[in-house]
Antibody
Framework: QITLMESGPTLVKPTQTLTLTCTFSGFSLSANGVGVGWIRQPPGKALEWLALIYWSNDWRYSPSLKSRLTITKDTSKNQVVLTMTNVDPVDTATYYC????????????WGQGALVTVSS | NFMLTQPHSVSESPGKAVTISCTRSSGSIASNYVQWYQQRPGSAPTTVIY?????PSGIPDRFSGSIDSSSNSASLTISGLKTEDEADYYCQSYDSSSRVFGGGTKLTVL
């Protein structure tokens, strides 16, 4: 059974750094071709892809947010961490992590999401 | 990078069929697979169509996907609409460096 779960702060002040952790089970990020990505959704708005990290430690970032994002993995802990610097109220959103299966640029398993509010 | 454009909303009656479009702004729609996700309020998205026209196990055959190179778009068709189909639907595709979601379509079944 594959599960993913996001964790992190629910409230962050503007200009601070946001750190979110995705803890997963049922698969390994050491397996060939597997990836874990982050997607966010502001309240009432559309999904937005943020970042992706592969089993090989290769990564991809949204061009519009690349300068503010860092994605890392800890294979031994089955965790992926997303860091976003210099947050703003427009970064208020539900943040999801999701698995990208072997050789397929799509997301087949999603976490339940974590709502992060950016406010002073 | 490219964008995927969807209608903001569609509505149809139970038992009828509805089609949601997803138009790619640049590059060929046929070059990269398109996925469709259903999202009910308060829940994470789930896949209803992957690789243009494949249904995951558990998704009824009322859901179908297609692509049209002439309009550079993908479509999700839901036939025999049920009230439980009322949700937001997102298309998603990719290129070598990015994953891209459409703006989402709210389906109302009334």
């Amino acid at each position: 059974q594959i599960t993913l779960m996001e964790s992190g702060p629910t409230l962050v002040k503007p200009t601070q750094t946001l750190t979110l952790t995705c803890t997963f089970s049922g698969f390994s990020l050491s397996a060939n071709g597997v990836g874990v990505g982050w997607i966010r959704q502001p309240p009432g708005k559309a999904l937005e892809w943020l970042a992706l990290i592969y089993w090989s430690n290769d990564w991809r970032y949204s061009p519009s947010l690349k300068s503010r994002l860092t994605i890392t993995k800890d294979t031994s802990k089955n965790q992926v961490v997303l860091t976003m610097t210099n947050v703003d109220p427009v970064d208020t959103a539900t943040y999801y992590c999701a698995r990208e299966p072997l050789g397929a640029p799509r997301f087949d398993y999603w976490g339940q999401g974590a709502l992060v509010t950016v406010s002073s | 990078n490219f964008m995927l454009t969807q209608p903001h909303s569609v509505s149809e009656s139970p038992g009828k069929a509805v089609t949601i479009s997803c138009t790619r702004s640049s590059g060929s729609i046929a070059s990269n697979y398109v996925q469709w996700y259903q999202q009910r309020p308060g829940s994470a998205p789930t896949t209803v169509i992957y690789e243009d026209n494949q249904r995951p196990s558990g998704i009824p055959d009322r859901f179908s996907g297609s692509i049209d190179s002439s309009s550079n778009s993908a479509s999700l068709t839901i036939s025999g609409l049920k009230t439980e189909d009322e949700a937001d639907y997102y298309c998603q595709s990719y290129d070598s460096s990015s994953r891209v979601f459409g703006g989402g379509t709210k389906l109302t079944v009334l």
